[in-house]
């Protein structure tokens, strides 16, 4: 099984809808981020979390919320979702102390008509 | 942004080696240089990472220059599969408020 996982994998929805992506880990990392990746383009940082119970936004974090509900599991909800939100989402973890790599999901597609 | 700079694209026959370079002009004493790269839309892979030192594993060798303003990525032998997006980012090694931050990264397309 994959250290870091997302789901859903590929979602299709409509503008106005809300829709959240979810991401679990079994690294036991304290550290998780949310980048979101276009065409073309880098990964861009929308939220990250360094614990439970700390929240941050990140580069482009506007219309999108995030929720941090155990170490394991950080979803990111886009609570009315347009069309420009369509894109390739990641999450990844990083542990606190030690050599400090990122362990990323596989993505979840999303596409909003 | 992005505090390195990489080609935006570079080839490579099969079976030779792969260089990629990254300009990290204004890297701190206490950042590393970590690399990683992405097949297709896939999530990023960890490569490698380093201070100062060269650092070999089974992927790939890293190469950091002196004044440490620059690195190279080596792909000793680069096969089809290499092909992917390759990021160069500098990080302190954990800990403290650091974000990862990713630019575009070198486009790698290694043909037969």
């Known amino acids: 099984d994959a250290d870091v996982t997302q789901t859903p994998r590929n979602r299709i929805t409509k503008t106005g809808k809300r829709i959240m992506l979810e991401c679990s880990q079994t690294?036991?990392?304290?550290?998780m981020y949310w980048y979101r990746q276009d065409p073309g383009l880098g990964l861009r940082l929308i939220y990250y979390s360094f614990d439970v119970k700390d929240i941050n936004k990140g580069e482009i974090s506007d219309g999108y919320s995030v929720s941090r509900q155990a170490q394991a599991k950080f979803s990111l909800s886009l609570e009315s979702a347009i069309p420009n939100q369509t894109a390739l989402y990641f999450c990844a973890t990083r542990k606190g102390q030690g050599s400090g790599e990122l362990f990323f999901g596989e993505g979840s597609r999303l596409t909003v008509l | 942004d992005a505090k390195t700079t990489q080609p935006p694209s570079m080839d490579c026959a099969e079976g030779r080696a792969a260089n990629l370079p990254c300009n990290h002009s204004t890297i701190s004493g206490n950042e590393y240089v970590y690399w990683y790269r992405q097949i297709h839309s896939q999530g990023p892979q960890y490569i490698i990472h380093?201070?100062?030192n060269n650092e070999t594993n089974e992927m790939a060798s890293l190469i950091i220059t002196e004044d440490r303003k620059s690195s190279t990525l080596i792909l000793p032998h680069a096969t089809l599969r290499d092909t992917a997006v390759y990021y160069c980012?500098?990080?302190?090694?954990?800990?403290?408020?650091?974000?990862?931050?990713f630019g575009r990264g070198t486009s790698l397309i290694v043909h037969p």
């Open positions: 690294k036991g990392h304290d550290r």
């Open positions: 980012i500098v990080s302190p090694k954990a800990g403290g408020s650091y974000i990862p931050t």
């Open positions: 380093g201070l100062k």
